[in-house]
């Protein structure tokens, strides 16, 4: 089988750690032989909610997709990496980007974004109910909510 050549070849985000790194495999693909995309947004949902874990500080329940564009098929072999980043906190709720790079059949050179997309967390408690964020270190706890 003859794979198409990249139409858009790129870089790896330069100075950033990729939060996620994987390798899709046979069992991943769809009836046209190329990635199933529900196992993209799968490993998408994953690199968001790392980030959104870690800034609720606990649990954190995905609540939105917000946008997702696939931009070139992902195929077995490639390695793929998912960038992501917080771009708004609010009181209970992250919203994260997330870019999906594929490197090439163990290519050094070919390298294509493959996908974009923004999702919304909200930190949950044990009973999974909504609840506020914990302060970043060096943030002051608004006074309102210091119990007296």
Excluded: C, H
């Excluded at 874990?53 to 939105?64: D, F």
């Excluded at 906190?89 to 996908?115: D, L, M, W």
């Amino acid at each position: 089988m003859t794979m198409p050549k990249a139409q858009l070849t790129t870089e790896l985000p330069v100075g950033r750690e990729p939060t996620l790194r994987v390798m899709p495999s046979p069992a991943d693909v769809n009836y046209t032989g190329d990635i199933f995309g529900g196992w993209i947004m799968s490993q998408v949902d994953i690199a968001g909610g790392i980030l959104a874990i870690r800034r609720a500080g606990g649990r954190a329940a995905t609540v939105a997709v917000n946008s997702f564009a696939f931009k070139q098929p992902v195929f077995v072999g490639d390695i793929v990496s998912l960038y992501a980043q917080i771009v708004r906190a609010g009181r209970t709720s992250v919203t994260v980007e997330v870019e999906v790079y594929a490197q090439r059949y163990f290519s050094e050179n070919e390298i294509v974004k493959v996908t974009e997309a923004t999702l919304t967390y909200v930190a949950v408690d044990d009973e999974r109910r909504p609840r506020a964020l914990p302060p970043l270190s060096g943030e002051s706890v608004p006074r309102a909510s210091v119990p007296a």
